[in-house]
């Protein structure tokens, strides 16, 4: 070797992982390596660019930043950067920035890759432990997408225009005009000598040009009205700490246009649409918008074919697997809310009130593009089936054959609101849940388990809010029932065999594979969902829910952590495995061929599905004596 390559090799010997390379395999990677020079402040790396090296710096200092901005790291002699992209997609997952004069060595990502594969110490340099590499993993999902980092603060423009509950409608339309706003927050007036736009106080109710025009000019409502007869009172709001994403998700789900920003309940700003459509991932809020503008199934049909797009493009913007399962979840919650409108302005409105809930995975905020439709009906206890029971099939029928037209394949098991055993009334429901949290059984919960994951969609939203909270008051700490539950979650492993390589399942069509919703984010939800409802947690979505247990204790420490981080590997795995079946013309599915995977990838699901295994493993040793006193 030439002198430069001998000092090179001696370099990379005293630093990790190269220090535990054979000296003939260090001799050769030093004859590979390319040495750069970066002066100081200039960038090396731009994120979302394509990486064709890992790089080890030999002298000077490096900086790296998330897209957002922010400092993630600094390396100085010896450090490394790249590997995550080199072992993921290919691109920098972050920006890269030499803060002192720098000398890096290049080494080419095949020489980094086959190093990986023929070397399990230098490759297990970069997976410490299953709990960090998970962390690193999710850590650097999270960070790689502004949705996820930044605050919903950042969207706001301008100070709150407030007025007081004292005000009248006539002061608001001049106070909006004059701020040119088309909002106003209505607040309780702390000092009662303050004017009207200086009010400041706790947030009660908005005012919006929309609401000028239905309530007050649509009707003559005279303009010395009192405000508080004409705002819509206790607003959706976000607090300050909370992310944009956030925002996105709640004018998804609630369609607003208009959304208040409080600390302690004060205002401190409005959000508004036109803001949150500045950013990168508004095309999911866009399509909502769209959905509720269609006037007819066809219509529908037509817009639904763009679905697979905004899912792609989610994917392709490094969203994480809540921001992807809450976006497609409210996309399908949007088509179901308009079709129910559509139902009712062809057959009229309702007899009696009722619920239209959704069940499962869009339940819990966790859909993808591979879904079929899981519904229920709450029907007012007035309901009596032979007067008002033809106008509720019809109802169904039509959302259903109309979620269906939209791609939204109807249940093979029936569990559909066109079914009248899931039409039932708010009473009807409750005895139902009773009996089956007070005389469980194996069989019965296997069929029931989806109703323990609900969330009105469409009517009267207080009954599902108020039906949540029956069922955690009645399941919290009932061991019997729990041990039945438990059972069930069980029954569904990861595929992890014996010496921890992957299990793989033959069928027709899939050939070798692991179906990672079945064998994956099954395993998990359910097991998430008995801890949840051990705890009396009302939360339906499985990170929710995951928070409840942590904050409950009932974990070991640590445990309910790595959950969370093998949840969200598992399903960013099979996220990116549906997008990519889009993207190459294909129907997508669940179905994994591990071979497909980058090394990092398997590496990542090894440690979920083990992560998966030990929590199975703790849910069977903490039911274990209900079980056996139960069998």
Same mark, same amino acid.
Request: aromatic fraction near 6%; include cysteine.
């Given at each position: 070797m030439h002198a430069e390559q001998l000092g090179i090799a001696a370099f990379l010997a005293v630093h990790p992982p190269f220090d535990?390379?054979?000296?003939?395999? #260090?001799?050769?990677?030093?004859?590979?390596?390319?040495?750069?020079?970066?002066? =100081?402040?200039?960038?090396?790396?731009?994120?979302?660019?394509?990486?064709e090296d890992l790089y080890v710096v030999?002298?000077?200092?490096?900086?790296?930043?998330r897209q957002t901005g922010e400092l993630y790291n600094r390396l100085a002699e010896g450090g490394l950067f790249g590997e995550m992209g080199l072992l993921l997609n290919g691109r920098a997952r972050f920006e890269v920035r030499a803060i002192e004069d720098t000398l890096l060595y290049c080494i080419p990502a095949e020489v980094f890759r086959d190093y990986c594969a023929r070397f399990p110490d230098f490759s297990e340099y970069f997976a410490t432990d299953?709990?960090?590499?998970?962390?690193?993993?999710?850590?650097?999902?999270?960070?790689s997408n502004d949705l996820v980092s930044a605050r919903v603060t950042q969207l706001i423009g301008r100070e709150p225009v407030m007025l007081p509950t004292t005000a009248s409608i006539r002061e608001a339309a001049v106070l909006m005009t004059e701020q040119g706003v088309s909002s106003l927050l209505i607040v309780d007036a702390l000092d009662t000598g303050t004017k009207p736009d200086e009010a400041s106080g706790r947030?009660?109710?908005?005012?919006?040009?929309?609401? #000028?025009?239905?309530?007050?000019?649509?009707?003559?409502?005279?303009l010395d009205t009192p405000v508080t007869e004409v705002m819509s009172s206790d607003p959706v709001v976000l607090e300050t700490s909370d992310y944009v994403f956030e925002a996105i998700i709640t004018m998804l789900r609630y369609n607003l246009h208009h959304l208040p920003i409080v600390d302690n309940q004060r205002p401190v700003g409005v959000v508004a649409l036109s803001d949150v459509l500045r950013h990168e991932a508004q095309s999911s809020l866009l399509l909502v918008r769209g959905i509720f503008s269609r006037n007819s199934i066809e219509d529908l049909q037509r817009l639904a074919a763009e679905v697979p797009a905004v899912f792609v493009r989610m994917v392709g913007d490094d969203a994480n697997s809540h921001m992807i399962g809450s976006a497609m979840s409210m996309i399908g919650r949007a088509f179901m809310q308009r079709l129910l409108e559509l139902a009712e302005a062809e057959s009229g409105p309702p007899p009696v009130p009722y619920c239209f809930l959704s069940l499962g995975s869009m339940?819990? !905020?966790?859909?993808?593009?591979?879904?079929?439709?899981?519904?229920?009906?709450?029907?007012? !206890?007035?309901?009596?089936? =032979?007067?008002?029971?033809?106008?509720?099939?019809?109802?169904?029928?039509? *959302?259903?054959?109309g979620l269906?037209?939209?791609?939204?394949?109807?249940?093979?098991?029936?569990?559909?609101?066109? !079914?009248?055993?899931?039409?039932?009334t708010y009473a009807q429901w409750e005895g139902c849940f009773a009996d089956w949290i007070d005389n469980p059984n194996p069989r019965r919960l296997l069929n029931a388990s989806i109703f323990?994951? #609900?969330e009105g969609v469409y009517g009267e939203l207080k009954w599902a809010e108020q039906l949540q909270s029956f069922i955690a008051g009645r399941t919290r700490g009932n061991l019997k029932f729990l041990a039945q539950l438990a059972r069930n979650a069980l029954n569904r492993t990861p595929p992890l065999g014996f010496f921890k390589g992957f299990v793989l399942e033959k069928d027709g069509r899939h050939g070798q594979s692991m179906n990672l919703k079945r064998r994956g984010t099954a395993p998990l939800t359910d097991l998430v969902r008995v801890h949840a409802l051990g705890v009396g947690s009302e939360a339906q979505n499985s990170f929710s829910r995951i928070d409840d247990v942590t904050r409950s204790g009932l974990?070991?420490?640590?445990? =309910?952590?790595?959950?969370?981080?093998?949840?969200?590997?598992?399903?960013? *795995?099979?996220i990116r495995h549906q997008a990519a079946n889009l993207e190459a013309g294909q129907t997508p599915d669940n179905n994994i061929d591990p071979e497909s995977l980058s090394s990092f990838e398997r590496r990542n699901l090894k440690h979920a599905f083990q992560s998966v295994d030990n929590a199975q493993k703790f849910l069977k040793y903490r039911y274990n004596a209900s079980m056996r006193q139960g069998a």
């Open positions: 535990t390379l054979p000296p003939e395999a #260090l001799d050769a990677l030093a004859q590979r390596v390319e040495v750069t020079y970066r002066k =100081a402040g200039e960038r090396i790396l731009e994120h979302g660019e394509e990486i030999r002298s000077g200092a490096v900086e790296t930043y299953r709990s960090t590499i998970l962390r690193q993993a999710v850590s650097s999902q999270a960070g947030l009660v109710g908005i005012l919006t040009d929309r609401d #000028l025009r239905k309530r007050v000019l649509a009707v003559d409502k005279p339940a819990r !905020n966790e859909q993808l593009i591979v879904t079929d439709q899981d519904n229920a009906m709450i029907l007012d !206890n007035a309901y009596d089936p =032979a007067e008002h029971g033809a106008y509720f099939e019809r109802l169904a029928a039509f *959302v259903s054959d269906a037209a939209c791609g939204y394949r109807y249940c093979d098991g029936d569990i559909m609101a066109t !079914n009248p055993e899931w039409r039932m323990f994951d #609900l974990l070991p420490d640590g445990k =309910a952590r790595d959950l969370a981080d093998a949840l969200e590997v598992i399903s960013m *795995v099979r």
